[in-house]
């Protein structure tokens, strides 16, 4: 398997633009979670999916940010507009029942 | 608030000596510990765990031990060798729910 798949792997982007970030899950895995790393908070939840369907997003900061999964094997996250303050690593993550996460490579997004 | 917590950001040890990362943790539901580790451009990847009906858990030069009556938890890398260089994430989680991981620990191995 090919683990995790995220994209792209790095993104610089002018604020207010739209930004999209894309995972591939590992096939079979029924859980996926899309994390937030910078250096002030650490690895945040932002949301997290069981069999496609949205089970917590309370970690999603403010109106701009969006998640979707529309079938078991992709994802995306979206802000839109983007902001400066949103510049982190965004990292994708599955696993099966809900625990040993597999995590993605993540992609850097910058704002200016 | 951080329900998990590493306070230390950075640490370094000789090569060759113990390495030994604290988190301590303010949620008594959480029944389930992680330690994952990170290098740079890359994910997480899971390290160690650790249920709460333990107090130990140890593969190969990696040994968890968890306090609950402190709410601590350390991880004890021994010996120490220069591929340990990473950061380290402290994460938990209560009965299946979300991980929710600490802000991380650099470990620097010293030649």
């Known amino acids: 398997d090919a683990g995790v798949i995220q994209s792209p792997r790095h993104e610089v982007t002018e604020m207010g633009q739209e930004v999209t970030l894309r995972c591939k899950p590992i096939s079979g895995h029924d859980y996926l979670f899309w994390y937030r790393q910078t250096m002030m908070r650490g690895l945040e939840l932002l949301i997290y999916?069981?069999?496609?369907?949205?089970?917590?997003d309370s970690g999603m900061p403010e109106d701009r940010f969006s998640a979707k999964m529309p079938n078991a094997s992709f994802s995306t996250l979206k802000i839109q507009p983007s902001e400066p303050r949103d510049s982190a690593v965004y990292f994708c993550a599955s696993s099966l029942g809900g625990h040993g996460y597999t995590f993605g490579s993540g992609t850097r997004l910058t704002v200016v | 608030d951080q329900q998990v917590k590493q306070n230390s950001p950075s640490l370094s040890v000789q090569e060759g000596r113990i390495s030994i990362l604290n988190c301590d943790y303010t949620n008594s539901m959480f029944d389930y510990f992680l330690w994952y580790k990170k290098y740079p451009a890359e994910g997480p990847t899971f390290l160690i765990s650790i249920s709460s009906i333990k107090d130990k858990n140890e593969d190969g030069r990696f040994t968890v031990f968890l306090n609950k009556s402190a709410k601590h938890l350390s991880l004890h890398i021994v010996p120490s060798q220069p591929g340990d260089s990473a950061v380290y994430f402290c994460?938990?989680?209560?009965?299946?729910?979300?991980?929710?991981f600490g802000k991380g620990t650099r470990l620097h191995i010293l030649p």
């Open positions: 994460a938990a989680s209560a009965r299946d729910d979300k991980i929710i």
């Open positions: 999916f069981n069999n496609n369907v949205p089970i917590d």
